[in-house]
T-cell receptor, first 112, second 111 residues
Framework: DGGITQSPKYLFRKEGQNVTLSCEQNLNHDAMYWYRQDPGQGLRLIYYSQIVNDFQKGDIAEGYSVSREKKESFPLTVTSAQKNPTAFYLC???????????FGPGTRLLVL | SQQGEEDPQALSIQEGENATMNCSYKTSINNLQWYRQNSGRGLVHLILIRSNEREKHSGRLRVTLDTSKKSSSLLITASRAADTASYFCATDLYNFNKFYFGSGTKLNVKP
């Protein structure tokens, strides 16, 4: 899992609630990414950031928001607008965009 | 539809045998990467192969890339039970800052 940490390992969300997933890296990487993985599926890109204070939507950004105020941190908020949030969420970072990505251990989000 | 897709979806072999997985993609790429994921864990990077390379090795892993056929293969030689995992290929799109992951090949190596 390299120098990327994600917390919590499991997260429970009540209907109508916003929840925030944490991602921190100490690899001094410029680029960071958030992916969603559904059972038996590949990864789908939610948001990515090439540099501090900049981020771009991926393929499934609706119902999610991010911030990149520090190089080390890229938190993901799952808003109440995301109607089907149950999934495994993976954060990754790379030295620069399009280079090898290093993944965190993931956060499993469940809806109560 | 997916940019990169692995084949087969599942593969079961005996320890010591070789395992071959394939990845096909649709558009021009800068590079292609292979990752491994153990159940419920994050992905671990295995190999990156650039579009101007045809073959790369890393230990028991061999990756080939055929840009004319838009396909890549991952060969694991002398497989071990510890190789049991899902294997994903990831392709970027030329001039786009995104990676696309396929649905993966689930490899089971029986001891």
């Amino acid at each position: 899992d390299g120098g990327i940490t994600q917390s919590p390992k499991y997260l429970f969300r009540k209907e109508g609630q916003n929840v925030t997933l944490s991602c921190e890296q100490n690899l001094n990487h410029d680029a960071m990414y958030w992916y969603r993985q559904d059972p038996g599926q590949g990864l789908r890109l939610i948001y990515y950031s090439q540099i501090v204070n900049d981020f771009q939507k991926g393929d499934i950004a609706e119902g999610y928001s991010v911030s990149r105020e520090k190089k080390e941190s890229f938190p993901l908020t799952v808003t109440s607008a995301q109607k089907n949030p149950t999934a495994f969420y993976l954060c990754a970072s790379s030295r620069q965009i399009q280079e090898t990505q290093y993944f965190g251990p993931g956060t499993r989000l469940l809806v109560l | 539809s997916q940019q990169g897709e692995e084949d087969p979806q599942a593969l079961s072999i005996q320890e010591g045998e070789n395992a071959t997985m394939n990845c096909s993609y649709k558009t021009s790429i800068n590079n292609l990467q292979w990752y491994r994921q153990n159940s419920g864990r994050g992905l671990v990077h295995l190999i990156l192969i650039r579009s101007n390379e045809r073959e790369k090795h890393s230990g028991r892993l061999r990756v080939t890339l055929d840009t004319s056929k838009k396909s890549s293969s991952l060969l694991i030689t002398a497989s071990r039970a510890a190789d049991t995992a899902s294997y994903f290929c990831a392709t970027d799109l030329y001039n786009f800052n995104k990676f696309y992951f396929g649905s993966g090949t689930k490899l089971n190596v029986k001891p």
